[in-house]
């Protein structure tokens, strides 16, 4: 048997919400063996650091970095997301929400939207709201955490974060260095390449030559090391994605900090407000085909609320994803393995299922190809899967005389996503896979969103009297009014955690009495 040559050092190239990820995942994770992590970065480089919104996966990453919830919050202008709503996406004037957590109950061991569709189909009046705690709470301006047994009314309610990015890497900058990270402030000139091509070491410009056994690209789109010294290669998808483009923009915040991300539709792509502790993030990703660069940064003036707290920042990104993120002994984590825009908030979400999936694969000294080809492999899938999801968002508009929408809705679907859509169409099923990031409700609440109505459902649902189904949507909603009512206001819970006096997470109970 192959004894394991355990590696001995780590180079991560490039600092930001990616790298500094990568180091504090690895200061607590891999550093206890022995294992020397480097991070080098250029004060003189900008970060992107537009990636202010996550989803409920966040947690697992801090807690396996050793970083408490609370102290994160309080030092990284955070504030409580519960679901993302969209205005405008289905045509004009049109709004739907695609929450956290679930909605209803499981039913003679079918899912709860089956019953949905029956309950309105019957021409019963019962919204999302009444039956899904996270909607609920989002549409009044409201938060509580999970109780401890998850007894939410109509299923489990599920959170994630809005915060400052160039705070987070602040953060986790001090936390990884804590944890024996080295930093280097300088800039790299160039990469030195071993006999088999793999990364020897890099060379920065004031002279000196950092080596170590593996590398992680940080670097940005640029790809210093997966691009320019490696040659991956890139999948492009702007064919099915064709916003090329970003103006930011952050504003002053106006009212209480709502406990959601909004995505607006606009006439040649989408806007967000992120809303922060001390102000709001905003930003219009669109086609550079169908909208110049100024009239985007026009818009986006026009559509925000607040006086603005710095000029229009671009970006310019090409869908898609490296062809092999993980090459000889270099893996790209962040803008250098690839990019799709932010819709569902995951960009940061992709940074730690990176690093996650390379703890999987974890490599001694030899880099056994077949780790990186199993991590690619697993990766392209989960790039393909998150594509189609934001893709339903877009194929089923109903904005007509608009050049982006109808070029949009005219495409070809991707088939995964064609076939996916067809047996919701025809079933009202949806499948999803084991360690698929959107699960069936996702897709069910985008799907309706959407405007999509299944022709049929599970014939399982009949199997349920529709007077017992009637009976346990009447009990949710009930149930429901009064969860709303109690509630406390998101600000009034982020007053509380912000209280230094606060140690720790505060309980359910002390949650609700923040009143």
């Not at 609440?445 to 009949?462: T, Y």
Request: some cysteine.
């Amino acid at each position: 048997m192959h004894k394991p040559e355990p590696l001995r050092s780590i180079c991560i190239v490039g600092g930001g919400t990616a790298g500094w990820s990568a180091a504090a995942l690895l200061a607590a994770v891999v550093a206890p063996s022995g294992c020397r992590i480097t991070l080098i970065e250029s004060s003189d480089v900008p970060t992107v650091g537009v990636g202010e919104a996550t989803i409920p996966p966040v947690f697992e990453f801090l807690a396996n970095c050793g970083i408490d919830e609370i102290d994160f919050i309080r030092h990284c202008q955070a504030t409580f997301k519960l679901a993302i709503r969209f205005d405008d996406w289905l045509e004009p004037g049109h709004r739907y929400w695609h929450p956290f957590g679930n909605i209803g109950v499981t039913i003679n061991q079918r899912p709860f939207h089956h019953y949905w569709w029956k309950n309105k189909a019957a021409g019963h009046s019962e919204t999302f709201a009444d039956l899904c705690p996270a909607i609920a709470l989002a549409e009044d301006g409201k938060f509580a955490f999970p109780p401890p047994d998850g007894s939410f009314p109509g299923g489990a309610l599920n959170y994630a974060l809005h915060f400052d990015a160039g705070l987070v890497a602040k953060y986790l900058r001090r936390h990884a260095e804590a944890k024996g990270t080295a930093h280097i402030d300088a800039r790299i000139s160039g990469t030195e390449l071993a006999e088999d091509g793999s990364i020897a070491a890099v060379m920065l410009q004031d002279g000196r030559r950092i080596a170590a056994d593996f590398f992680i690209d940080c670097s940005g789109f640029r790809g210093l090391l997966i691009e320019e010294a490696l040659h991956a290669g890139y999948e492009d998808w702007t064919k099915w994605l064709p916003c090329d483009r970003a103006v930011a923009m952050p504003t002053a915040t106006i009212g209480p900090a709502a406990p959601y991300t909004i995505s607006a539709a606009h006439e040649a792509g989408w806007r967000w407000r992120i809303p922060l502790q001390s102000r709001v993030g905003n930003g219009y990703v669109y086609s550079s085909r169908h909208i110049s660069d100024e009239r985007a940064a026009e818009t986006l003036r026009g559509a925000v609320a607040g006086e603005a707290l710095a000029e229009p920042r671009f970006l310019r990104f090409t869908a898609g994803h490296r062809k092999a993120m993980w090459v000889k002994n270099c893996l790209a984590v962040g803008l250098s393995s690839g990019f799709l825009e932010p819709l569902e908030s995951t960009s940061i979400h992709l940074i730690h299922t990176a690093l996650n999936r390379l703890l999987d694969y974890f490599p001694d000294r030899t880099c056994d190809p077949v780790l990186a080809a199993a991590y690619n492999r697993e990766a392209a899938d989960e790039y393909a899967h998150i594509r189609d999801f934001l893709l339903l968002h877009y194929v089923h508009n109903r904005r007509h005389g608009e050049p982006f929408w109808d070029e949009i809705r005219a495409n070809p679907l991707p088939e995964s996503l064609a076939a996916k859509l067809e047996l919701f169409r025809r079933t009202g099923r949806i499948v999803s896979r084991r360690r698929e990031l959107f699960a069936d409700v996702s897709w069910f609440f985008v799907a309706a969103g959407m405007g999509i109505v299944p022709e049929a459902l599970d014939p399982l649902a009949d199997a349920a009297p529709f007077d017992e189904v009637r009976s346990v949507i009447g009990q949710i909603s009930e149930v429901m009014g009064r969860y709303r009512a109690a509630a406390p206001i998101h600000n009034d819970v982020l007053a509380r955690l912000l209280d230094p006096a606060l140690k720790g997470r505060p309980s359910f109970s002390q949650t609700w009495g923040a009143r």
